[in-house]
């Protein structure tokens, strides 16, 4: 008997829809993080999710593991280098966050720009207080660091502001709705033209701290910075002194390097700093397309192929 452990918290009927479509020879369990199943972990030859759990006991000599499909994006948590070494594929849900984290991405270049968050401190406060230094978003430029589904997706809405679309992908070449795309070697070349810096990568080894204090030196003057991908990505200590200077004129923050933010970090208190708490993906239906990025992948596995959808290069760590 071949098994797929479902380990995550999902609504039942995803799990029966994926009980269903395997065929004879096949069991389909779910279990938590947390349990301490191991002897049914050790017998997952597809695992859906990941815990620290699983990663004890999947990875034990005789464990039947080939696939682990991660229900998240991130994937820099996990042992890639086991995986590659043991010849295990990784999948993601990396599919998933177009069209959400694309809508936070321009709630929070919106709220900056009109200073809609201080409105709404204001309001709290019963505050009737105009805001002087409000500017507009149409005909300025945007630079897309990452230029997969979320980037691709920002820059179809940017075009609805008439904005001018630079991206960054290690490949260059050309997308729909870029009106440049430039390697990692334009990366001053697309933050000193930008007005709006938005932030979709990674965490790799070569992403890690990619936005230092020499890049925010790069950058306009008054730029703002969004950050949705990941906050490994960015030196927080330089992202502080750049918001402090007037380098940046503000930032929105979806991810931190430490999380939760530790409760003495500045940017709590900082007017021109929008804190989100690695939330911008969730929305009622995640799920659903999660559960369409696994269900496309296990009927190519089934076929004895490689799930074609959302694959992760265990080398590129995404």
Not at 117 to 136: D, G, I
Not at 171 to 189: H, M, R, T
Not at 227 to 252: S, Y
Not at 261 to 286: A, C, K, Q
Request: proline content about 4%; hydrophobic content about 40%.
């Amino acid at each position: 008997m071949r098994t797929l452990v479902i380990h995550i918290s999902v609504p039942k009927s995803y799990v029966d829809e994926i009980r269903t479509m395997m065929p004879d020879g096949w069991k389909v369990v779910q279990t938590f993080k947390g349990d301490k199943n191991v002897e049914l972990l050790r017998q997952a030859e597809i695992l859906v999710g990941w815990s620290s759990e699983s990663a004890r006991a999947c990875l034990e000599e005789g464990a039947k593991l080939r696939w682990v499909h991660s229900w998240a994006a991130g994937v820099e948590s996990m042992p890639l280098d086991e995986f590659a070494k043991r010849g295990i594929i990784l999948t993601n849900s990396s599919g998933v966050h177009g069209q959400p984290i694309s809508e936070t991405i321009f709630a929070l270049m919106l709220s900056l720009t009109r200073g809609v968050h201080m409105n709404v401190r204001n309001q709290v406060q019963r505050l009737w207080k105009a805001n002087a230094s409000m500017r507009e978003m149409h005909g300025k430029t945007v630079g897309i660091l990452g230029t997969g589904v979320i980037g691709s997706e920002t820059a179809k809405i940017a075009g609805a502001f008439d904005m001018t679309v630079i991206g960054m992908r290690r490949s260059g070449g050309s997308l729909p709705g870029f009106d440049e795309i430039v390697d990692a070697s334009g990366l001053e070349y697309l933050v000193s033209r930008s007005d709006y810096i938005v932030n979709t990568l990674p965490l790799t080894k070569e992403t890690k701290h990619l936005i230092d204090g020499s890049v925010f030196a790069m950058m306009k003057r008054g730029a703002f910075y969004i950050n949705i991908g990941r906050g490994g990505t960015t030196d927080t200590d330089a992202l502080i002194e750049a918001l402090r200077n007037g380098q940046l004129a503000g930032a929105g923050l979806d991810v931190f390097e430490e999380e939760p933010l530790p409760g003495p970090s500045p940017l709590w208190d900082m007017e021109n700093v929008i804190i989100v708490p690695h939330e911008s993906g969730m929305t009622e239906h995640y799920d659903r397309r999660a559960t369409d990025i696994l269900v496309a992948g296990l009927k190519d596995y089934l076929e004895g192929r490689e799930p074609s959808v959302s694959l992760v290069d265990l080398q590129l760590g995404y």
